[in-house]
């Protein structure tokens, strides 16, 4: 089966710099969401869309933005980054128009490392 | 504000024998209940829910997790476990069915089975 698809896997970029991380959902998957784990941490979440608006919104930086486009995939866009934006960002997708609660499925995410 | 708690960091069992993974949970309503499962460099595989209905709910890979409201406790369990199963335990809450909640994680446990 079709799971949620990241790219890059691995993104090594300096302080400062930018980068946009992509997401592509599940088929027919209306919501996806965007999610940081720091090194032996649990997953935080940061943004979600459903139906390419912005649903619920957690820990996100001001640096950071994302949105959701017409064919349902996402960008996370990152600006100005830290040292302490290294971390393994990982996109989730679901059913958002369900009546009971659908399970989140995860993408293999994307390891951002800032030198 | 609703919370995860995994009161163990690691869980070591040896193959063949039961093991439990445990989680209890604070959310004001109804609670969402996943496990997810996460080995290295990958990403959190969906085991299993509790939404509503009977407590004992039967997941992925021979894994069930019991709902307790009166101790708001959702604590995974193997029959038998086996040296594959060894990988990185989350337990999640979502406190509404709106599409695009974030799922609130617990901090993890490392389960280790040994042959």
């Known amino acids: 089966a079709a799971g949620v698809i990241q790219s890059p896997r691995h993104l090594i970029k300096e302080k400062r710099e930018t980068a946009t991380l992509k997401c592509y959902p599940i088929?027919?998957?209306?919501?996806v969401y965007w999610y940081q784990q720091g090194p032996g941490q649990d997953p935080q979440f940061l943004i979600s869309f459903y139906e390419k608006m912005q649903s619920d919104k957690g820990s996100i930086p001001d640096r950071f933005s994302a949105q959701q486009f017409s064919d349902y995939h996402s960008e996370l866009n990152m600006s100005s980054l830290e040292l302490g934006d290294s971390a393994l960002y990982f996109c989730?997708?679901?059913?958002?128009?369900?009546?009971?609660?659908?399970?989140?499925?995860f993408g293999d995410g994307t390891r951002l490392s800032i030198l | 504000a609703q919370s995860v708690a995994q009161p163990e960091d690691q869980v070591n069992v040896a193959e063949g024998n039961p093991l439990t993974v445990k989680c209890t949970y604070s959310?004001?309503?109804?609670?969402?209940l996943f496990w997810y499962v996460q080995y290295p460099n990958r990403g959190l595989q969906f085991l299993l829910k509790?939404?509503?209905?009977?407590?004992l709910v039967k997941g992925s890979y021979g894994f069930e997790a019991e709902f307790n409201k009166s101790q708001t406790s959702f604590h995974l369990k193997k029959p038998s476990a086996l040296v594959s199963d060894s990988a990185l335990y989350f337990c999640?809450?979502?406190?509404?069915?709106?599409?695009?909640?974030?799922?609130?994680f617990g901090k993890g446990t490392t389960l280790s089975v040994s042959s």
């Open positions: 989730a997708s679901s059913l958002g128009h369900s009546s009971l609660a659908q399970p989140q499925h």
């Open positions: 999640a809450v979502r406190a509404t069915n709106q599409a695009g909640t974030a799922l609130i």
């Open positions: 509790y939404i509503t209905g009977d407590n």
């Open positions: 959310v004001s309503g109804n609670p969402y």
């Open positions: 088929p027919r998957h209306d919501t």
